[in-house]
């Protein structure tokens, strides 16, 4: 199968995701905190990870949650959650693009950041994340 058709023979899944995504209750943080959490981690134990760290405030009390959900470098990533959190970030309004060249988040490189921008925006975002759990 071509890339065009894999794309358009899940557009509809793709796009049933994305509407989920904009409809959920979690903060632009919570969803940044996640795009830090998932570098390196499978799916599952991203997700683990980030609900565990959720209830914590201190760095030792979320690399600890992180640690235990199997979570990647989680003092690294309780360390840039902390600061992420301690920042007034100005969130993508238009262009992830121009907003992911711009604002530097802790712990988010370029991917990342796209990846956080279309979890902000999944359905009007003007930049991709084809994440590894997508292709599938």
């Not at 509407?19 to 996640?34: C, G, L, M, N, V």
């Not at 991203?46 to 201190?58: L, V």
Request: proline share 4%; aromatic share 12%.
């Amino acid at each position: 199968m071509d890339r065009l058709s894999w794309t358009y023979d899940r557009r509809e899944l793709y796009l049933e995701w994305c509407s989920h995504i904009a409809d959920s209750p979690h903060s632009r943080y919570a969803k940044a905190e996640f795009a830090i959490i998932s570098a390196h981690c499978s799916f599952d134990i991203a997700i683990e990870g980030w609900r565990r760290a959720q209830k914590h405030h201190n760095r030792q009390a979320i690399a600890e949650a992180l640690f235990y959900s199997g979570v990647f470098a989680p003092g690294l990533k309780a360390k840039y959650i902390v600061e992420l959190r301690r920042m007034d970030v100005e969130w993508p309004t238009g262009s992830v693009k121009r907003w992911r060249d711009t604002v530097k988040l802790p712990g988010l490189g370029v991917c990342k950041a796209s990846f956080t921008g279309c979890l902000i925006d999944p359905l009007g975002s003007d930049a991709v994340c084809v994440d590894t759990h997508i292709q599938a």
